[in-house]
């Protein structure tokens, strides 16, 4: 089994603030999408548990980070575009954010707006994924 995201990810180093509050209008997003509340979804934060709970032996953990700064590769800048700006963000977000918020996320995450964010001289991401494995 695969998770990213245990951990706290970094996509704007410069503004922690807007950060919390996309990661916060994220989970309520898909708490909405999917009608489930916070403790129906702690589930997927122990994987190792649930592999061992099913059955499974020798269940071992790995975590990797994905680390990216600028210059991107244009394969990374059309990952982060559309995984996370698009896919994950975009306008789903908008009912979850403050008008301000949303206004500047969207100009952080359109490359045709001078203050995209995976162009600036300080961008700087982080991002973990972990894998749990386990025999049968």
Same mark, same amino acid.
């Given at each position: ?17 807007? =950060?919390? +509050?996309? /990661?916060? +209008? $994220? ?9 489930? &509340?916070?403790?129906?979804? #702690?589930?997927?934060?122990?994987? $190792? ?8 032996? &020798? $269940? #071992?953990? /790995? *975590? ?5 700064? #600028?210059?991107?590769?244009? =394969?990374? =800048? /059309? ?7 698009? %896919? ?21 995450? %359109?490359?045709?707006? *001078? ?14 994924? *972990?894998? $749990?494995?386990? =025999?049968?």
């Amino acid at each position: 089994m695969g998770q990213s995201s245990f951990l706290p990810d970094m996509y704007f180093a410069w503004d922690a603030r807007l =950060e919390r +509050a996309t /990661n916060e +209008a $994220v989970r309520s997003y898909y708490r909405d999408r999917y009608q489930v &509340n916070e403790k129906e979804l #702690t589930a997927v934060r122990a994987t $190792v548990g649930l592999l061992r709970q099913t059955g499974f032996r &020798n $269940v #071992t953990a /790995n *975590t990797f980070m994905i680390e990216r700064v #600028t210059p991107l590769s244009l =394969e990374d =800048e /059309n990952y982060l575009v559309e995984a996370i700006f698009r %896919d994950t963000w975009g306008p789903r977000l908008q009912p979850y954010l403050s008008g301000e918020d949303y206004g500047e996320l969207s100009r952080l995450c %359109d490359p045709l707006h *001078t203050d995209f964010a995976l162009r600036r001289p300080d961008f700087h991401f982080l991002q973990t994924f *972990t894998l $749990v494995i386990g =025999e049968i």
